[in-house]
């Protein structure tokens, strides 16, 4: 036999593999590590950010304007009531809107279209969740506020009011809550559905009967999320909701008012655009850390949801 | 025997109408109609925006499209475009497409293929989760804190005071990416195991497989999740307004390099401006800027949809 020409022979050497490669893979890791590391740091600057600005606001504010007639940057009245409560009429107005429109459409899709109908309209449905929030604002000061609001609910209504803001965040925030609620009924196993059917269910009584309570979390976890888009929705309050230079606290829809994301654009650019060494100016990232906390807080509890899903099927 | 068939015929034709619950009775009919409706007003709100959109701005670009897309901003609605927003718009893209692609794919590899079940990696998930569910507001403040409060000698000197095309591009790029890391992260995911086994058997590091197996599978669907990520970003405002869009319009000719550090704008930000403006003339100039912004927006998610259905591998 003749002898192979390769030597044979394994040395740590050979097992320890080629060093240029190795250097290679290590730094690939560590570069992309880096990456997702960067991640962090946008939420430590977030949160560094809006809590450093946050207490040099409280340092500087008399305590006793957080508690007051209205927000008035300007004239150092800083009453967080008025934004809380401007944010929370109009999260309230979009939900009770986009809620009965969002169980109807996923309902419709996920238990009564035929498969090609859905493959159809479930894109329409998801390209319509990418309109811009500056044109729905549009839309309400243009149509909704005087065509729907002011008909509906008399000439005494001005034209920037909190209700078409309401109603202009829950039309736009609908078609991406449809989208996830359709999602969690879909994912309802076939198998629950006919168990129904052969027992002589007809279709409604499966789908209220059946389906909505196996992807009640789901569907809970899409109402949360729209909730707190709802709350962070900054330009359509900006541009119909009224409250520039400033409001009263005011807990009548029908009226003007400010949240918390158009007090904030205020405060930078707008009508209460303060700088300097008084507390008007700080004032946006204790708004800001506001805001930032109700998100968050919203967001975990949509997600604790969520997980619940996956844990039943 | 004939009779026996048929009844077995029937009674197995009335089983599976039963199974399929197609039981019809008026009220059935009624509940799926209401169930239509509500459907169909979700769908149809945007067809009545645009149709009442474009009512205004049809005409007006009809009769001055060429002066409307090419002229800047004026306080003149006559003189009045919306030409620094579109390029403005598009420089924004460039810094999305350079900055946050890049990055986003990267930490998506990270966690996919790197990340061992560490508490560290666990935490680095959940937080990317949560960025991606922060107001857009939010990352504007924080746009504003350290870029263009920070950071002012760098992102805009001189009168700029910060708020430039560079301090914006950052911003967004910021907000955007957790979107590709989540949506990258998918594609990757949806890659089967083999695949990277395969690579594993035959020697190849992690990052050769990687490169050579799992990329080029997960190539459509990175791909689809960045650009959807980019027609996101095209009709932000709020972190805009935030950083100084409003107030500065762009007045550099010459491309995106001479522009960095000087003022800037954004065909929704534009949009904003002129929607403010009391003239009817301008809340017209703002129709026709929607019409081209749902448009451009359109074309960019129909580009997305279209590449999916055609490059989607089933595994």
């Known amino acids: 036999m003749a002898q192979a020409a390769i030597d044979s022979r394994i040395t740590t050497e050979v097992l320890r593999g080629n060093p240029a490669r190795l250097r290679r893979e290590r730094a690939m890791r560590s570069l992309f590590f880096s990456a997702a590391f960067l991640s962090v740091v946008i939420s430590a600057g977030i949160v560094f950010s809006l809590a450093g600005g946050a207490f040099d606001f409280l340092r500087k504010v008399n305590l006793s304007t957080l508690w007051s007639a209205g927000w008035f940057p300007r004239n150092n009245l800083f009453d967080v009531k008025t934004i809380l409560a401007g944010t929370v009429i109009v999260a309230a107005i979009a939900m009770v809107v986009a809620a009965p429109l969002v169980l109807g459409a996923a309902l419709y899709l996920s238990e009564y279209a035929n498969p090609r109908a859905r493959r159809f309209l479930k894109p329409i449905l998801e390209t319509l969740a990418s309109v811009p929030s500056v044109v729905m604002g549009f839309f309400a000061l243009a149509v909704i506020s005087p065509d729907i609001v002011q008909r509906f609910f008399g000439s005494s209504v001005p034209l920037f009011n909190l209700m078409a803001a309401g109603l202009g965040v829950g039309l736009l925030v609908t078609p991406l809550v449809a989208s996830v609620a359709e999602d969690a009924m879909h994912a309802v196993p076939d198998a629950l559905r006919e168990a129904a059917f052969g027992l002589g269910a007809r279709r409604r009584t499966s789908s209220i009967r059946v389906v909505v309570p196996a992807a009640v979390s789901g569907i809970t976890a899409s109402i949360i999320l729209g909730i707190s888009r709802a709350v962070g929705e900054t330009m359509i309050v900006a541009i119909v909701a009224g409250g520039t230079g400033g409001s009263l606290f005011n807990l009548n829809p029908l009226r003007g008012g400010q949240t918390m994301t158009a007090a904030i654009t205020a405060l930078a650019t707008g009508s209460d655009q303060v700088r300097g060494a008084g507390p008007a100016y700080p004032s946006l990232f204790f708004v800001g850390l506001l805001l930032f906390g109700m998100t968050l807080g919203l967001n975990l509890l949509s997600e604790r949801f969520v997980r619940r899903v996956r844990r039943q099927f | ?315």
């Open chain 2, 1 to 315: 025997m004939a009779v026996t068939e048929r009844i077995a015929e029937a009674t197995r034709e009335e089983v599976r109408r039963s199974l399929s619950g197609r039981r019809r009775d008026g009220r059935e009919t009624a509940f799926s109609l209401v169930l239509l409706l509500t459907l169909v007003v979700a769908l149809a709100v945007l067809v009545v925006l645009l149709l009442d959109v474009a009512r205004t701005a049809v005409p007006l670009l009809k009769e001055r499209g060429g002066q409307v897309l090419g002229n800047g901003y004026s306080s003149l609605p006559q003189n009045a475009g919306i030409k620094q927003g579109l390029v403005g718009s598009l420089y924004l893209m460039v810094f999305v497409l350079v900055l946050a692609v890049p990055l986003g794919i990267g930490a998506a590899i990270y966690m996919e293929e790197y990340a061992r079940d560490t508490k560290l990696a666990r935490f680095i998930n959940t937080n990317i989760r949560n960025l991606a569910g922060v107001p857009a507001i939010v990352y504007g403040i924080l746009g504003f804190a350290v870029f263009v409060q920070l950071l002012k000698p760098v992102t805009g000197p001189g009168t700029v005071e910060g708020k430039s095309l560079l301090a914006g591009g950052l911003t967004i790029s910021l907000m955007v990416l957790p979107i590709i890391i989540i949506t990258t992260q998918e594609a990757l995911r949806s890659v089967p195991k083999s695949i990277r086994e395969g690579g594993f058997g035959v020697g190849a590091t992690r990052w050769e497989v990687i490169r050579s197996h799992v990329l080029p599978s997960a190539a459509p669907g990175i791909l689809t999740g960045s650009v959807l990520a980019m027609a996101r970003a095209l009709g932000e405002t709020a972190p805009l307004i935030m950083v100084g869009a409003v107030t500065g319009f762009l007045a550099t000719p010459g491309g995106i390099l001479a522009s960095l550090q000087q003022r800037f704008t954004s065909l929704p930000t534009l949009i904003f401006a002129y929607v403010k403006k009391p003239e009817p003339q301008f809340q017209d100039l703002a129709a026709a800027a929607i019409l081209v912004l749902m448009v451009l927006i359109f074309v960019v998610n129909l580009g997305a949809i279209l590449m999916r259905n055609r490059y989607e591998r089933k595994w």
